[in-house]
């Protein structure tokens, strides 16, 4: 992400409302809310390393409300994960799709664990730590 804060996180808005509005079915308003906040912690404060989704020092990123899944399939786009790629955004939501409606953590590089039931996030991240 070498684009300004605000750009980014408008390219975040603009992926999530689009792939949602395409699969005619999602949860828009978490990654259209929590996009500024994303923006800083992917570009200031997160340590990782798109070319090495596994070092093992990298900073976990756990979106615990799996619901808004496409924050974290927006992100992984925009920081130069190999995948989702612009493509795989455009079947968000599809059978077959890696872009499933919670994420799964066996299908994309960077998704740290598969989301969904609220409430269990914290103790993943704690699990994690």
Request: glycine share 10%; proline share 7%; net charge negative.
């Amino acid at each position: 992400m070498t684009a300004s804060f605000t750009d980014c996180a408008n390219a975040i808005r603009a992926l999530s409302m689009d792939a949602v509005e395409a699969a005619n079915s999602g949860h828009p308003g978490m990654p259209m809310g929590m996009a500024d906040v994303a923006t800083v912690l992917f570009q200031n404060y997160l340590k990782f390393d798109p070319a090495d989704p596994k070092w093992p020092d990298r900073d976990r990123f756990v979106l615990s409300a799996g619901h808004g899944s496409m924050l974290i399939y927006s992100l992984l786009h925009l920081t130069g994960y190999a995948r989702p790629t612009l493509e795989d955004i455009k079947t968000f939501r599809q059978v077959g799709s890696p872009c499933a409606g919670h994420p799964e953590n066996f299908e994309l590089a960077g998704v740290e664990c598969t989301t969904g039931p609220l409430g269990q996030g914290l103790a993943m991240a704690v699990g994690m730590a």
